[in-house]
């Protein structure tokens, strides 16, 4: 067998898969995301290591026998800073951080922002590395000093269990990665004044660090094969075999992640997105990961005592555009990143009246999640066939209004854990193990109805207003309370 872990914001996840990519077994462990005050979001580096330790044990447990390679990918950006032996000197930064957002506002405002886009293809936002980078120099410069590598969640897994310090292109791309020579840009590092800490960039390797289990507490045996990367959002696009140039896949999870394959390298537009290298040489993946998928409809559901549970019922209750009720979904305190960058960004909620029902609000909601999805792909360059995986893609009722919005057939994933199966493609095919088609994840249609797109149509049209309109109210933000 094989194994496929990936590293959530709040899940650890794993997947036994045999030869020909069929899942045997899964295990997974919820994860704390720790909220030390307001904007800052982290992990302990040490319990995410040990969820990783635990879901592996149980599957060597309930499997049998051991994987011929664990494959891991995480969640990317963030800041997860360790020492020489690979252990946390602060806890882990999440992606979900806004604490750098005053000094993103002064890069943006003094053209850096936008010069590391023009060397990387990458526009920085609170949560990335280089600003949470900085963010920790001004304040904890004894940390910095600590500190051997700034590195990303599954490289810190793979250290602790190999010894192994190295990243990959994908991780490595977000933000100083010049794609074009696969090396870090110094030009970039010095416009941030990033220049003096070159040194705690790990090592990238071009197919992904290699290495073998140091002992036994995992569960399986020292010696095993370890495979570290792609992260997340590449790992998702392998297992769901997006490779020709124009196809597209859209994750809806916690963040809304949209990818679109490329083979070209387009930097001179409005500075947006990322572009993430692949191990597949001259393939990259431009991609609109924006802040909030699924976590802006569970603060909506929240906040009316509702669960996802209730999601098929409200949708059916409600007709499509909610009865005049629009959301703008921007619910991060770290603002927005995709398709466009804004610190400042916050949901709003219109059109409400006597009449709307909280039905009304939670398709209200879906469907702006759906208009922030369309942005995204065709910010990025979507043409081409689009498959959908994550929590989301399980409400039939929710992807059928994707398929609407989009006005485009939708291939829904069968397998959940795509992103695990991912990174154990990526691992075969690096050490050059047969991957037939059978390990891509399989699919159902979702074809969208004529009548219903072209309503979206008109919807969209009035989304992309909205947000130009709103985007002036945020420079502007009402006061808080002392």
């Not at 790992?235 to 999870?253: H, N, Y």
């Amino acid at each position: 067998m094989d194994v496929g872990v990936d590293v959530g914001t709040t899940v650890t996840k794993a997947v036994a898969f045999d030869e020909v990519g069929r899942p045997l077994a899964e295990a997974s462990r919820p994860t704390r995301l720790v909220r030390p005050s307001a904007g800052r979001f982290e992990h302990e580096t040490a319990e995410i290591v040990a969820s990783v330790n635990e879901v592996v044990g149980e599957l060597a447990a309930a499997v049998g026998s051991q994987p011929g390679v664990l494959a891991i990918t995480a969640q990317g950006d963030g800041l997860w800073l360790v020492d020489a032996a690979g252990g946390a000197v602060r806890p882990a930064i999440s992606w979900l951080d806004a604490r750098s957002s005053g000094i993103l506002e002064q890069w943006t405002a003094d053209g850096v922002a936008d010069h590391v886009f023009r060397r990387s293809g990458n526009r920085m936002f609170p949560g990335a590395s280089g600003p949470l980078l900085a963010a920790v120099l001004a304040e904890e410069p004894a940390v910095i000093a600590a500190a051997e590598t700034a590195a990303y969640c599954k490289d810190v897994v793979m250290q602790a269990l190999t010894g192994v310090r190295a990243t990959d292109v994908s991780d490595a791309s977000a933000p100083f990665l010049d794609p074009r020579t696969g090396s870090y840009d110094e030009e970039a590092l010095a416009a941030t004044g990033l220049g003096e800490l070159r040194h705690l960039l790990a090592p990238v390797a071009a197919d992904g660090p290699v290495g073998e289990l140091r002992d036994s507490s995992s569960g399986m045996a020292p010696g095993t094969r370890v495979s570290a990367g792609p992260y997340d959002l590449p790992a998702a696009a392998a297992g769901a075999g997006v490779e020709t140039p124009g196809d597209a896949l859209l994750t809806i999870g916690t963040t809304l992640a949209c990818q679109v394959a490329t083979r070209s390298l387009p930097m001179a537009g409005e500075p947006a997105g990322l572009f993430l290298g692949t191990w597949t040489p001259g393939l990259w993946l431009r991609a609109m990961p924006a802040m909030v998928g699924t976590a802006a409809l569970d603060r909506v559901l929240a906040l009316v005592g509702a669960t996802t549970e209730q999601l098929p019922a409200f949708l059916a209750e409600s007709p499509p555009g909610a009865q005049g009720v629009t959301v703008l979904p921007y619910l991060s305190e770290a603002g927005e990143r995709a398709p466009f960058v804004d610190t400042r960004a916050r949901g709003t909620l219109d059109g409400l009246s006597l009449s709307t029902t909280t039905a009304d609000l939670i398709r209200a909601t879906c469907e702006g999640i759906a208009y922030a999805a369309r942005h995204c792909l065709e910010a990025a360059g979507w043409t081409g066939r689009v498959t959908v995986c994550g929590g989301g893609a399980r409400s039939a009722e929710w992807t059928q209004i994707l398929a609407d919005v989009l006005n485009a057939p939708l291939h829904t994933t069968a397998a959940e854990q795509v992103a695990a199966r991912g990174a154990v493609i990526c691992a075969r095919r690096a050490a050059s193990d047969e991957v037939g088609p059978e390990w891509i994840a399989s699919t159902r249609q979702v074809d969208p109805d004529p009548g219903r797109a072209a309503f979206y149509a008109e919807g969209y049209a009035h989304y992309l207003r909205r947000i130009d309109n709103a985007r002036a109210r945020w420079s502007d933000p009402a006061p808080l309370g002392a």
